[in-house]
């Protein structure tokens, strides 16, 4: 059983910068590929990030490719996402998320329905 707890949300005007961090408990990270999934009002969760496994493979959405970079700590057992140029399409509640990379492997970094355990979710709101 995986905990994950989101922090880091806020609100920011467009171009500033943030730093979201989702710290587990209750398992190494080291064996889950790590997501991040946005979900703004009125709209279905959507894929972000993910992070296969340090030093491994990355993938964005290309809504923010070029702007966000996830990375993750397996010492601290956290997974960060900075997003940088910010808009105000990218205000949504942020979720971290957390899959069994023994299991898939790494095709489904952004299959949402493969994900496992969840963050209860930050807020970013990004004013125009």
């Known amino acids: 059983q995986v905990q994950l707890v989101e922090s880091g949300g806020g609100l920011v005007q467009a171009g500033d910068s943030l730093r979201l961090s989702c710290v587990a408990s209750g398992s190494t990270l080291s064996d889950y590929t790590m997501g991040w999934f946005r979900q703004a009002p009125g709209k279905e969760r959507e894929f972000v990030a993910a992070n296969i496994w340090t030093g491994g493979s990355t993938y964005y959405a290309d809504s923010v490719k070029g702007r966000f970079t996830i990375s993750r700590d397996n010492a601290k057992n956290t997974v960060s996402l900075q997003m940088n140029s910010l808009k105000s399409e990218d205000t949504a509640v942020y979720y971290c998320?957390?899959?069994?990379?023994?299991?898939?492997?790494?095709?489904?970094?952004?299959?949402?329905?493969?994900?496992?355990?969840w963050g209860q979710g930050t807020q970013v709101t990004v004013s125009s």
């Open positions: 998320a957390a899959q069994d990379r023994l299991v898939y492997g790494s095709r489904y970094y952004d299959s949402e329905n493969k994900y496992v355990y």
